[in-house]
T-cell receptor
Framework: GQNIDQPTEMTATEGAIVQINCTYQTSGFNGLFWYQQHAGEAPTFLSYNVLDGLEEKGRFSSFLSRSKGYSYLLLKELQMKDSASYLCAVKDSNYQLIWGAGTKLIIKP | SQTIHQWPATLVQPVGSPLSLECTVEGTSNPNLYWYRQAAGRGLQLLFYSVGIGQISSEVPQNLSASRPQDRQFILSSKKLLLSDSGFYLC?????????????FGEGSRLTVL
């Protein structure tokens, strides 16, 4: 079967750095997405990786290793507004998105 | 710019009652349209997707149905709701044929079936 694994919950301190990991086992691979979802709201797109390596977008970076079936989202200079769930999703060989359950990130002052 | 709206935002319905959630997209043509359900602690579950008017693919057999009467309108329906239909329903669109295919979500509709 197809599976996306990410930690259920993480806690970090304002101003610090946090890394959220995602491992996947899917039938084929056509890209990996990270979305941010604040409580009670819809997910919003953060990043897309299809080749190995690091993609940087301001305070957020996303890394992909296709050989290891692994990605991480790195958040720097954490702010209270970064408290949210972070969803990892992989596009499989049929171009369908397989979603992880999300990682709830709690930022403490 | 493109926008997506879905409604109602929240609704409480008794078991056995009908359901209609509506979603519209503006500022783009021939979008791919999706209905997802999100249960607490679980990943997004794809319910239906559509690549064109009248073209609906169902991912999960259940008592829900979807229709696309116009290019930018997507409707989720049920004739008789079950308790298990409670959840957060999300409509989304993506650009047909886009390389990345990122999804743009509507505001969501929280359904509680009592």
């Amino acid at each position: 079967g197809q599976n996306i694994d990410q930690p259920t919950e993480m806690t970090a301190t304002e101003g610090a750095i946090v890394q959220i990991n995602c491992t996947y086992q899917t039938s084929g691979f056509n890209g990996l997405f990270w979305y941010q979802q604040h409580a009670g709201e819809a997910p919003t797109f953060l990043s897309y990786n299809v080749l190995d390596g690091l993609e940087e977008k301001g305070r957020f970076s996303s890394f992909l290793s296709r050989s290891k079936g692994y990605s991480y989202l790195l958040l720097k200079e954490l702010q209270m507004k970064d408290s949210a769930s972070y969803l990892c999703a992989v596009k499989d060989s049929n171009y369908q998105l397989i979603w992880g359950a999300g990682t709830k990130l709690i930022i403490k002052p | 710019s493109q926008t997506i709206h879905q409604w109602p935002a929240t609704l409480v319905q008794p078991v056995g009652s009908p359901l209609s959630l509506e979603c519209t997209v503006e500022g783009t043509s021939n979008p791919n349209l999706y209905w997802y359900r999100q249960a607490a602690g679980r990943g997004l579950q794809l319910l239906f997707y559509s690549v064109g008017i009248g073209q609906i693919s169902s991912e999960v057999p259940q008592n829900l149905s979807a229709s696309r009467p116009q290019d930018r309108q997507f409707i989720l329906s049920s004739k008789k709701l079950l308790l298990s239909d409670s959840g957060f329903y999300l409509c989304a669109w993506s650009t047909f044929g886009a390389d990345t295919g990122e999804l743009f979500f509507g505001e969501g509709s929280r359904l509680t079936v009592l």
